[in-house]
């Protein structure tokens, strides 16, 4: 069976006088024409054909579009087909510069068995922007990259990158927001190549989508780039806000949900945490994997968050990274540069005052959750109180006793408990409690000495 004929053109990078003779030929002979958009300065040499340009103001994303634009191609062509007398039906569609450079719509053509897809070479704006910058791109290594999925496709990278279709601020603005540690030197615009109003000029990162004023022929030269976030959480971020649409259980959860599930999979890393052997790497691949299903839950839980508008993945990174550093700061200055017991006491204790600050909590007894296991529960109390120097916590004859004899202890208490009817879970619990109320009676006295 004889399939429809699509016949590919690129307009080339600027006005009519870059369009190739083979291309002009094609216009003067098929009727049937297509151009993706009018916003080209040469769409004047295809007066007679249709634009998508509506496709694009009506669509909810570019995919759609993208595949509205495809449909709408390969109807025509097999319509043109049954209308022909003989031979295969034809259909002209352009692009602007080269079909094979950053052409989405042409990548889904090709790779649709409802139509024939003949490709015809242009000219592209790699060539003059090779010119223009006065490099060899082969020889600099350079990767161009769509800017409409900079984020995903920049992840890892170091450039140099050319970055095109930035024909919006949305998309500069996008390009800007997702570099965590953004290029120091500034990087070319280049706009309207071998147009009479050509422009070419530097700007620094984040001018970006202040100062230029982006159209459908804007590219970006960054010739140093520092590596944004990974690769592959930015995948995985996009890939469960996708499920958080196509899998309906994914859809339904909500942090409330989901709360049993993080618990379960924190205590299957501590399995594989006591599993995995660092010196022989037994066991590693478990690790990485329970790692894995722990970080899942961290994402899902922004992903959720980010749909109400409340925070991203990006935001929950960057607000521990800030919160390291601002413990961080004092670090050497606290130490003197050494690692000496009394010094990392102070630097402890630095701590936990400056993670009462931040919260605006008044005791470092706040914040501990009472959800945890009686027994970690009571010993984070203990951490926390000694850190601070509140009180004096435990009697200290015990420094030398081994992890099996403390095992032994625990254990006899346990006995001890089942002999006597007690929950060791509820007695410890309440010892606890006790605690946290004798050191939070220690800082309102401490504090009210201070403040006489």
């Known amino acids: 069976m004889t399939l429809p004929r699509l016949h590919v053109i690129g307009l080339g990078p600027g006005g009519p006088d870059l369009v190739t003779a083979g291309a002009l030929a094609l216009i003067s002979r098929i009727g049937r024409q297509f151009l993706r958009t009018e916003r080209h300065p040469a769409a004047s040499v295809m007066p007679d054909a249709q634009w998508f340009d509506r496709l694009y103001d009506a669509g909810s994303s570019m995919e759609q579009v993208y595949g509205s634009i495809v449909e709408a191609l390969v109807s025509a062509a097999v319509q043109e087909q049954r209308d022909s007398l003989s031979g295969p039906g034809e259909v002209l569609y352009a692009v602007p510069g080269s079909p094979v450079v950053a052409e989405h719509t042409v990548e889904l053509l090709l790779a649709d068995d409802r139509v024939e897809v003949v490709i015809h070479p242009a000219l592209s704006f790699l060539d003059l922007t090779w010119a223009r910058l006065g490099i060899d791109p082969v020889e600099t290594g350079v990767r161009l990259i769509d800017g409409h999925r900079f984020a995903v496709d920049a992840a890892g990278q170091r450039g ?111 399995e594989a945490i006591d599993a995995y052997d660092p010196a022989t790497g037994e066991g590693a691949d478990e690790l990485c994997g329970e790692l894995g299903d722990l970080l899942y839950q961290v994402v899902f839980h922004s992903a959720i968050a980010a749909e109400s508008g409340w925070f991203t993945l990006a935001d929950v990174a960057a607000s521990i990274h800030d919160k390291l550093v601002a413990r961080h700061a004092a670090l050497d200055e606290a130490t ?17 005052t400056g993670k009462r600050g931040e919260h605006g909590r008044s005791s470092v007894m706040d914040g501990i959750p009472t959800a945890m296991p009686a027994l970690a529960r009571a010993l984070k109390v203990a951490k926390k109180a000694t850190a601070v120097g509140v009180v004096e916590v435990g009697a200290r004859s015990g420094a030398d006793l081994t992890d099996a004899e403390l095992g032994a202890a625990l254990l006899d208490l346990v006995d001890l408990a089942q002999r006597t009817g007690l929950d060791p879970e509820d007695s410890l619990r309440r010892a606890t409690e006790l605690r946290i109320t004798d050191v939070r009676s220690a800082e309102a006295a401490e504090s009210d000495i201070d403040a006489h």
């Open 160 to 270: 140099p990158l050319l970055v095109g279709q930035c024909d919006n601020a949305f998309v500069l603005s996008d390009i800007k927001l997702s570099v965590e540690d953004p290029p120091r030197t500034p990087v070319t615009v280049l706009q309207r190549l071998g147009l009479g109003d050509e422009a070419i000029f530097d700007v620094n990162w984040e001018d970006l989508d202040r100062t230029v004023t982006p159209d459908h022929l804007t590219s970006l030269w960054i010739p140093e780039f520092a590596a944004p976030v990974a690769a592959e959480i930015v995948r995985f971020d996009e890939l469960l806000h996708r499920l958080r649409i196509e899998d309906p259980w994914k859809a339904d959860q909500t942090h409330d949900s989901l709360k049993r599930y993080l618990l379960e999979e924190t205590y299957e890393v501590f």
């Open 336 to 352: 003197g540069g050494t690692t000496s017991e009394t010094a990392i006491a102070e630097v402890v204790a630095l701590w936990e």
